[in-house]
């Protein structure tokens, strides 16, 4: 694990070494470890390494036996043993122990196709200096990232879009092209960002720059073909055996490993098998919030302690009351771009905790997009039962829903929240439903919003048609993976646990199991209305009743009602008409009107908020060039005098 950067002139002109070390320094927290570079010429490639697997002998940019290509790669390649004993045996040498070196051999074997052959996540860049040629990948489901910078003269890649501001020439600007689609998902879909003249690599992307020329080329996509030939007991043999061999795998590390335990069945599924291959107590870490009845609603601990007693962990918990104000200009300076889901706290918080014992942690991330865990999934099931009502009936429950009160912070009001979702996108299409269930802001509330005029680009209508199936979930598996789970889940997940200088393995996003999940009927993974009915069946002896049939419970905080008390004063100041009118972005009074609508229950706005806070205190931290201590300080006087 680690944070890779690099430069090409386009020109041939040298690659000053004084940019490469600006890069590495700004990202010194994926890699506190090592740091190298590699100049030839006009190309250079730098890592900043945190050393994992062959920690004395993996120092970066690895070289070939004969020196003529190079590489720097981000993550871990689990089947590199199986690998290596393939290319030994057809005669290839080695010069370390490192997992990423398998590359290398590949590439001499295969040319680009050896990504073909790789299990792992990675962002990498391979120079072959026989060819000057460039070659820039990311894995399949976009667990590593990629920021990739153009400007005519010189292309630059780096694991961090701050690392590209680090470049002479660089300033940071607001992409207004993007801005639209930001308010409208709360994040920035690939290959966009929000920085002007950067944009991401997509997942499963290869990029080639030669003789002045990048192309990119797709090298995987999530099949459509969906197998209706096994029984259920089938499935459920083949599920667990991939689910527990892709655990075994994601296990190997020449330092200390632990596991993220919320309790609910991903994580404690993952513990399950770790426990299960492991000589030793697997080390769990738990975070939960204590104090009022919001902060209790998103406390998991009990579930958590559930499953370590079970499995004899080496359990470790903290209880938290963050210092929200003084976090959020922080933790965006690493997040890169803002986004709505307030889950990077949380992970931010637990990853801390947990690097105190640990460097490699493995996480369930995945698991409810693979095998069917959001409630949005049923869209089709509840319409179906909906429809079959008399139209009167309907037709009175949409009304009555639009004055429903939204909050998700209790038991009561969240079922509310999600009944007045439901029936808000009841007569829409199955794609526009999902899309209503999946927005932050709707496309016409972005349009009344911007001052700028430009209007929402539809990335989840796009992404439904790359979707190359008929089976309405894997459709929507294929949305997901194209969208929210590389641009935000995944996003937030490398840039907190980096933050602290963990390395995150994310084995339920196998891409193997992912392409297993892909071919499952709908009425297996979801049957009857439940969810993960067939993952439920998969882990029926693993995990005890209650994991298996608890409600669903999102890994954030208890954001909302947050805003509503200690965080109001601030979000009132940061959100004040005075700072939105300077900033020139959004009409200060539909912000107005939306915090008045969430102060009040009328409707759940949390992530609308968010997703305004986090922008505005973006554009501080990086437009305005500011530090995140003084944001941090501003923050909070502006709060103390508002309070």
């Not at 894997?474 to 390395?503: G, I, K």
């Amino acid at each position: 694990m680690c944070g890779i950067h690099g430069v090409l002139h386009l020109d041939g002109s040298p690659v000053p070494i004084d940019a490469m070390r600006l890069m590495g320094r700004v990202t010194v927290h994926r890699g506190p470890d090592d740091e190298g570079v590699h100049i030839d010429g006009s190309c250079a490639i730098g890592m900043r390494r945190l050393s994992i697997i062959d920690v004395a002998g993996g120092h970066q940019p690895l070289r070939s036996s004969d020196g003529s290509l190079w590489l720097v790669c981000n993550g871990e390649i689990y089947n590199y043993q199986e690998l290596r004993a393939e290319l030994e045996r057809r005669g290839h040498a080695f010069l370390t122990h490192s997992d990423c070196e398998v590359i290398l051999a590949l590439y001499r074997e295969m040319g680009d196709a050896f990504v073909d052959r790789l299990n792992g996540m990675f962002g990498f860049a391979l120079w072959d200096a026989q060819r000057r040629r460039l070659l820039v990948g990311r894995d399949r489901l976009g667990i590593k990232p990629m920021y990739l910078l153009e400007d005519g003269k010189r292309f630059a890649f780096a694991s961090e879009a701050k690392a590209l501001l680090a470049l002479p020439g660089v300033a940071p600007a607001l992409n207004e092209d993007a801005l639209p689609g930001y308010l409208h998902l709360g994040y920035v879909v690939a290959p966009h960002s929000l920085f002007k003249g950067i944009r991401k690599l997509p997942p499963a992307t290869l990029l080639t720059v030669e003789h002045g020329r990048v192309q990119e080329r797709r090298y995987w996509r999530i099949s459509g073909a969906i197998d209706t030939q096994r029984s259920v007991e089938d499935w459920v043999d083949a599920v667990r055996s991939r689910l527990e061999q892709s655990v075994r795998m994601q296990m190997v590390s020449d330092v200390p490993i632990g596991a993220f335990l919320s309790g609910g069945i991903d994580s404690s599924a993952v513990v399950g098998m770790m426990a299960k291959h492991s000589n030793r107590p697997v080390k769990t870490y738990s975070i939960g919030f204590g104090g009022s009845d919001a902060d209790d609603y998103y406390n998991e601990l009990p579930y958590a302690s559930v499953i370590a007693r079970r499995f004899g962990t080496d359990h470790h918990e903290i209880v938290v009351k963050p210092d929200v104000v003084g976090l959020l200009p922080k933790l965006i300076w690493h997040l890169d771009e803002p986004i709505a889901d307030t889950a990077f706290i949380t992970t931010y918080l637990v990853s801390k905790f947990a690097r105190e014992h640990v460097t490699v942690i493995l996480s369930g991330v995945g698991g409810d997009e693979i095998f069917g865990g959001y409630r949005r999934y049923l869209g089709d099931h509840l319409y179906r039962r909906f429809s079959a009502l008399p139209a009167w009936l309907q037709q009175l429950a949409m009304r009555t829903g639009r004055s429903l009160p939204a909050d998700r912070h209790s038991p009561l009001l969240n079922i509310a929240r999600y009944a007045k979702a439901f029936l808000a996108a009841a007569d829409l299409p199955p794609e526009e439903r999902y899309s209503a269930f999946m927005q932050v802001h709707a496309p016409h509330e972005v349009d009344n919003m911007l001052t700028s005029g430009r209007t929402c680009n539809d990335f989840i209508t796009a992404a439904f048609d790359n979707a190359d199936s008929s089976d309405p979930l894997n459709r929507m598996l294929v949305v997901d993976a194209e969208t929210q789970l590389p641009d935000d889940l995944l996003m937030l997940t490398d840039r907190m646990t980096m933050a602290t200088s963990l390395e995150c393995r994310v084995p339920l996003l196998d891409h193997e199991l992912v392409e297993l999940a892909a071919s499952i009927p709908v009425d297996v993974r979801i049957r009857g209305g439940k969810l993960k009915y067939l993952m439920k069946q998969a882990l029926a002896d693993l995990l005890p009743p209650e994991i298996l049939e608890r409600k669903k419970r999102g890994f954030g905080t208890p954001m909302g009602a947050w805003l509503k008390r200690e965080l109001a004063p601030m979000l009132r100041n940061v959100l004040s008409p005075a700072s939105l009118l300077a900033r020139g972005l959004v009409r200060p009074h539909i912000v107005q009107k939306l915090m008045a609508d969430h102060q009040a229950n009328r409707i759940d706005g949390t992530d609308r908020l968010i997703a305004l806070l986090n922008l505005e205190i973006w554009c501080r931290v990086y437009l305005d060039g500011r530090a995140t201590d003084d944001v941090a300080a501003e923050l909070h006087e502006t709060a103390r005098l508002a309070a």
